[in-house]
Nanobody, 123 residues
Framework: QVQLVESGGGLVQAGGSLRLSCAAS????????MGWFRQAPGKEREFVAA????????YYANSVKDRFTISRDNAKNTVFLQMNSLKPEDTAVYYC????????????????WGQGTQVTVSS
């Protein structure tokens, strides 16, 4: 069992930056691939970024590539999402998720989800 708690969301102007954190409980955090997803009002949840258990493999959605960076600290049971050059279209609730499978863009492979943190980007 893994419990995930996101933090770091907030209100930022376009062009600004935020760093999201996702703290995981349990001693097996390093066994999980981790992902970030987001859901905007009236839209389906979409993939943002994913990272392998070791941190050596990362994936990004095209819409955030070169602006967002996913990383993890297994010693601290935490995964991060550094978001730069934020745009109003990045406004959404951001969720982290954990998977015992390889990092993936499909939400169905993730076993555990956090409650989400709101990110609002004003124009």
């Amino acid at each position: 069992q893994v419990q995930l708690v996101e933090s770091g969301g907030g209100l930022v102007q376009a062009g600004g930056s935020l760093r999201l954190s996702c703290a995981a409980s349990g001693r097996t955090f390093s066994s999980y691939a981790m992902g970030w997803f987001r859901q905007a009002p009236g839209k389906e949840r979409e993939f943002v970024a994913a990272i392998s258990w070791s941190g050596s493999i990362t994936y990004y959605a095209n819409s955030v590539k070169d602006r967002f960076t996913i990383s993890r600290d297994n010693a601290k049971n935490t995964v991060f999402l550094q978001m730069n050059s934020l745009k109003p279209e990045d406004t959404a609730v951001y969720y982290c998720a954990a998977s015992l499978q390889s990092p993936a863009v499909q939400s169905r492979v993730y076993d555990y989800w956090g409650q989400g943190t709101q990110v609002t980007v004003s124009s």
